[in-house]
C-alpha cells in the first residue's frame, strides 16, 4: 500500500509550527506557544532557504535543522550600513542605538533599517537583515500539507 500523504513541494499551502533559535539557545521567534501558521510556499512569507528546508515534509513530522549564516538570512555586508545626514530625519523623531525605521526605497517598496550610531551630524542606519551573519537553528512541525490540483 503507497503512502498518499502529501509531500510539501514548492507551491503547497502548509500549516505549522515554527521556531527560530540562535545557536546559544536565544529564541528569536516562535509559534510553539500559540496558534499555527498557515502561508504558501513561494509567496514571499518565509525567505527561500527556510522554504527549501520543508521540501518533502509530510504532516506530522517535526525537525530542527542547523543553517549557517549563508544559508539562513545570509552573510553580513558592512556595505548595507549608511551614514546619513541627521537633518534626513524629522526633527521630533527620537533617534536611538537599535531603533527600527521603515524606508521607502524608490521603487515604492518597505525597507527597514536600524540604527547602529549616530551623533549630532550622522546616523548610521544598518539595513542588513537583524539575522544577517548569524548561525541559526530552524525548528518546523508540520501540521497540515495541502497541494493544488
Known sequence: MSDLTPEITANSEITLHFAIALCDGTTITSTFEGDPITLTLGTGSLIDNLEKTLFGLKAGEKQSLLLEA????????????????????????????????????????????????????????????????????????????????
Do not use: C, W
Not at 538570512?73 to 537633518?87: Q, T, V
Not at 548610521?124 to 548561525?135: E, T, W
Open 70 to 149: 549563508d544559508n539562513a538570512f545570509g552573510p553580513r555586508d558592512e556595505e548595507k550600513a549608511y551614514a546619513m545626514p541627521r537633518s534626513s530625519f524629522p526633527e521630533e523623531m527620537a533617534l536611538e542605538p537599535e531603533l527600527v525605521i521603515s524606508f521607502s526605497t524608490p521603487a515604492g517598496d518597505e525597507l527597514a533599517g536600524i540604527v547602529m550610531e549616530l551623533d549630532e551630524e550622522q546616523v548610521k542606519i544598518d539595513f542588513n537583515h537583524p539575522l544577517a551573519g548569524n548561525d541559526i537553528v530552524f525548528t518546523v512541525q508540520i501540521i497540515n500539507v495541502n497541494n493544488p490540483e
